[in-house]
């Protein structure tokens, strides 16, 4: 997961390796990315994490 500037708020979700991600990413587990998600935490335009955990709009 992506963190803002400071690593207080989340920012986005990624795959693991994703070249968008950027300097401030912590690995979590798949429950944590669904729940995240499920939040309205962005899903990578890139990586798709959203797609790679069998999500659907």
Do not use: F
């Not at 708020?9 to 944590?32: D, F, N």
């Amino acid at each position: 997961m992506q963190q803002s500037l400071g690593g207080r708020h989340p920012v986005a979700v990624h795959v693991g390796g994703c070249h968008m991600a950027g300097k401030t990413v912590r690995g979590i587990s798949r429950e944590q990315a669904v729940r995240a998600l499920a939040e309205g935490v962005e899903a990578c335009t890139h990586c798709r994490p959203d797609t790679e955990l069998g999500l659907l709009d």
